[in-house]
């Protein structure tokens, strides 16, 4: 049986041109980052993680870096049957989506 393909049409809707926030609490609760629409302002030192999906296939993530500055990391998703696939610019790291019925998705590493 065929894996079930995710809807081009739908992924659009559900996230481009939005900004998914992770919030700060939530960073190291789990292996998977879960990233909203919304979240707490971050206090302190190193503020939330971002992550932006653009039209054209590329995404952009930002986030405190090793000395808590903001850093940014690039990269191209695309549709791969039933997930949604990250590629970071300038290494072989890449990523998985899933999405959630709840207003979420979750990010997971493929190391």
């Known amino acids: 049986m065929a894996e079930p393909r995710l809807d081009e049409h739908q992924i659009?809707?559900?996230?481009?041109?939005k900004t998914w926030i992770r919030d700060r609490a939530q960073r190291s609760a789990d292996q998977a980052g879960i990233?909203?629409?919304?979240?707490?302002?971050?206090?302190?030192r190193g503020g939330q993680e971002t992550l932006a999906f653009r039209p054209d296939g590329s995404f952009s993530?930002?986030?405190p870096g090793p000395d808590d500055r903001t850093g940014a990391r690039t990269g191209t998703w695309?549709?791969?049957?039933?997930?949604?696939?990250?590629?970071?610019?300038?290494?072989?790291?890449?990523?998985?989506v899933q999405?959630?019925?709840?207003g979420a998705i979750?990010?997971?590493?493929n190391e």
Not at 35 to 44: C, I, M, N, R, V
Not at 99 to 102: E, I, V
Not at 106 to 109: E, F, I, Q, T, Y
Request: charged fraction near 25%.
């Open 35 to 44: 990233y909203t629409l919304s979240a707490p302002a971050a206090l302190g």
């Open 12 to 17: 659009g809707k559900t996230l481009i041109d």
């Open 106 to 109: 979750a990010v997971r590493s």
């Open 61 to 63: 993530m930002t986030g």
């Open 78 to 96: 695309k549709i791969d049957g039933d997930r949604v696939v990250l590629g970071f610019d300038g290494n072989d790291a890449r990523a998985t």
């Open 99 to 102: 999405l959630s019925g709840d």
